[in-house]
């Protein structure tokens, strides 16, 4: 499923192609109208050593939503990034669009206590008009109204006021929110998520999402948030307390739209988000999401998971930065501006990155927002990139060594009988070429996950590590087999 980038980056943004009707497949705000869609490439590599050069137009209800602009009311897409290589990543597939560049047994969230306002003193002589009061108070709230007499009879006893209103507790213990309620988490969440506005060396940009990491100042975030400033722009992060600090890339990685930042002069104190783990998260799981929707800082939404391994196909609209995913499903409200911001869990701990919404467009507006479809990196998979990240500043992903098709409809993910630019489609010595694998071959499982389609391999196979082993089950000649494959691995987005 292809799918719109949230981040609210300066140009607007093409959306990338729908993806097969199965598994779904990030998200930002693209500043003017989307841009009808071109057919996507037949042949991309799908699977991680090449891929076709070509980027498909975006598709009015898909393209790519970039980050908010800072200055304006209104949010478009960053400035479009030059691929690392014209040949990869490939574009998303024809899918169903799904987004756009944008645990269980939770407690359950009821809403806080009242608080009534204060009653002021009552004169002596108005008793039949305190008794109605008390029997309509006695009929509603039980032994909330005989409370409530006896305030206003304590009143009545003291001074000679002539109102009737009944005094609640002003005890500030009472307006505490209970850690397990929506409230109570984000309010302990929020000083650790920041605003993030990039702004690019030609004066585009937008604003995204992002929330601490550790306590060295590492901010996670997505990289269609801060591609457009990457290079020769600026970062800035501000805490919800407001504070601003200048930030630097680390690392970005465009295949898995991940992105780590570095705050140059960190506060004492920071509290980095606790991480969950999204292998875990039901269908049902409550969910909370905070992020600056339309450059709206601080905004948190609350939702549940609606579905897992969504295979999620995005583009970012700068014609090569297309990326992948096996995505958390969720209807909490995900917009422009949301991108890169975390996806919680109902205990407070991060169990996804949101990077992309569906949205069916609409006429005479620069953007769309949350029909209540989005997606969200699983932390899992997102820890192991920033991880790496930190460490080397490139990303490094698993690959098959062979180049599949993004066709739609054919059933599974079909190695092309060609790579790019004329190479060939099974890596000789790779792991597919020693597991027997051929051009022809169409793969219709990846362990116990049923492939429809090449991006949905591709999301499949990023949610592992270089030498994990997997089991493929393929068609060939109109008959099934099975072939044990050890990931290899390629390094760098070129």
């Known amino acids: 499923?292809?799918?719109?980038?949230?981040?609210?980056?300066?140009?607007?943004?093409?959306?990338?192609?729908?993806?097969?009707?199965?598994?779904?497949?990030?998200?930002?705000?693209?500043?003017?109208?989307?841009?009808?869609a071109p057919a996507a490439p037949s042949h991309p590599d799908a699977t991680a050593t090449q891929q076709q050069p070509h980027s498909p137009a975006p598709d009015p209800a898909t393209a790519p939503m970039n980050p908010v602009p800072a200055a304006a009311p209104q949010y478009a897409p960053p400035a479009p990034q030059a691929a690392a290589d014209a040949g990869w990543p490939p574009p998303p597939p024809a899918v169903p669009a799904y987004a756009h560049h944008a645990q269980g047994g939770g407690?359950?969230?009821?809403?806080?206590?009242?608080?009534?306002?204060?009653?002021?003193?009552?004169?002596?002589?108005?008793?039949?008009?305190?008794?109605?009061?008390?029997?309509?108070?006695?009929?509603?709230?039980g032994v909330g109204g005989a409370l409530g007499f006896w305030a206003a009879d304590s009143n009545n006893s003291s001074d000679s006021s002539g109102s009737t209103t009944?005094?609640?507790?002003?005890?500030?213990?009472d307006l505490k929110r209970d850690p397990g309620t929506v409230a109570g988490v984000a309010a302990k969440a929020l000083p650790s998520v920041v605003t993030i506005d990039a702004q690019g060396g030609d004066g585009e940009g937008g604003t995204g999402t992002?929330?601490?990491?550790?306590?060295?100042?590492?901010?996670?975030?997505?990289?269609?948030?801060?591609?457009?400033?990457?290079?020769?722009?600026?970062?800035?992060?501000?805490?919800?307390?407001?504070?601003?600090?200048?930030?630097?890339?680390?690392?970005?990685?465009?295949?898995?739209?991940?992105?780590?930042?570095?705050?140059?002069?960190?506060?004492?104190g920071l509290t980095p988000l606790p991480l969950g783990n999204s292998d875990q998260v039901a269908v049902g799981d409550s969910t909370i999401a905070i992020g600056a929707p339309f450059g709206l800082s601080n905004t948190v939404t609350?939702?549940?998971?609606?579905?897992?391994?969504?295979?999620?196909?995005?583009?970012?609209?700068?014609?090569?930065s297309n990326s992948y995913m096996s995505a958390l499903q969720t209807d909490a409200s995900i917009n422009p501006g949301n991108s890169g911001g975390p996806l919680l869990s109902a205990g407070g701990a991060v169990i996804g990155i949101n990077s992309a919404i569906q949205s069916t467009g609409s006429s005479g507006q620069s953007q769309a927002g949350s029909i209540g479809l989005g997606f969200a990196i699983p932390v899992n998979q997102a820890k192991n990139v920033a991880q790496q990240l930190i460490k080397t500043g490139q990303p490094v992903y698993p690959v098959i060594g062979a180049t599949v098709t993004m066709d739609e409809k054919t059933g599974g993910a079909v190695i092309s009988d060609q790579g790019a630019g004329g190479t060939e489609a099974v890596s000789k010595d790779g792991p597919a070429a020693r597991a027997g694998l051929k051009a022809g071959d169409v793969i219709t499982k990846f362990n116990d996950t049923v492939v429809d389609s090449g991006p949905t391999l591709i999301g499949e196979i990023w949610t592992h590590k270089p030498g994990d082993k997997v089991t493929l089950t393929y068609k060939r000649d109109g008959?099934?087999?099975?072939?044990?494959?050890?990931?290899?691995?390629?390094?760098?987005d070129s």
């Open 302 to 320: 609350t939702g549940i998971i609606s579905a897992k391994n969504r295979p999620v196909a995005s583009g970012d609209g700068s014609g090569g």
């Open 166 to 173: 009944v005094s609640a507790s002003g005890n500030p213990q």
């Open 1 to 36: 499923m292809s799918t719109e980038n949230e981040g609210n980056e300066g140009n607007a943004a093409e959306a990338a192609p729908s993806v097969p009707s199965a598994p779904p497949v990030p998200a930002d705000a693209p500043q003017g109208p989307p841009q009808s």
């Open 479 to 492: 008959k099934t087999a099975t072939a044990e494959v050890t990931l290899g691995e390629r390094k760098g």
């Open 210 to 268: 992002g929330f601490v990491y550790d306590k060295e100042g590492h901010i996670l975030t997505n990289n269609h948030v801060v591609a457009s400033a990457a290079d020769s722009g600026q970062l800035t992060a501000t805490f919800s307390n407001g504070k601003k600090y200048d930030a630097e890339v680390v690392g970005r990685a465009q295949g898995y739209d991940v992105a780590v930042l570095k705050l140059k002069n960190p506060p004492q």
């Open 107 to 141: 407690p359950v969230w009821g809403a806080p206590g009242q608080v009534h306002a204060p009653d002021a003193p009552r004169k002596r002589g108005a008793g039949g008009l305190v008794a109605a009061v008390v029997v309509a108070a006695l009929v509603a709230g």
